[in-house]
Nanobody
Framework: QVQLVESGGGLVQSGGSLRLSCAASGRTLRYAMGWFRQAPGKEREFVAGISWSGDSTYYANSVKGRVTISRDNAKNTVYLQMNSLKSEDTAVYYC????????????????WGQGTQVTVSS
């Protein structure tokens, strides 16, 4: 089992920045990690993903150029740096672990955190 705990969400003005963290514990093997988000009334959507080594990263088109995913395996932590935030970025953000190579599809991820709320005011 892998436990994931997100932190770093909050209220920020449009154009501002936030850094989300996801701390992993338990059976932390070589998992690829991803960040997803879900806004009220919408389906959960992919935001960013990173391989176990950190060599490979990929992003949703809606956040590309504004968001950076990274990881520190020594700390079992994955980060999501979000800049130039927009009101449409408002959502609950979830991190997830994939024992395979990583994916843009939520169904491929086995473990999920409880989420952290990000609210961007315009």
């Amino acid at each position: 089992q892998v436990q994931l705990v997100e932190s770093g969400g909050g209220l920020v003005q449009s154009g501002g920045s936030l850094r989300l963290s996801c701390a992993a514990s338990g059976r932390t093997l070589r998992y690829a990690m991803g960040w997803f988000r879900q806004a009220p009334g919408k389906e959960r959507e992919f935001v960013a993903g990173i391989s176990w080594s950190g060599d490979s990263t990929y992003y949703a088109n809606s956040v590309k150029g504004r968001v950076t995913i990274s990881r520190d395996n020594a700390k079992n932590t994955v980060y999501l740096q979000m800049n130039s935030l927009k009101s449409e970025d408002t959502a609950v953000y979830y991190c997830a672990a994939d024992p395979q190579g990583g994916s843009r599809y939520a169904k491929e991820y086995d473990y999920w955190g409880q989420g952290t709320q990000v609210t961007v005011s315009s």
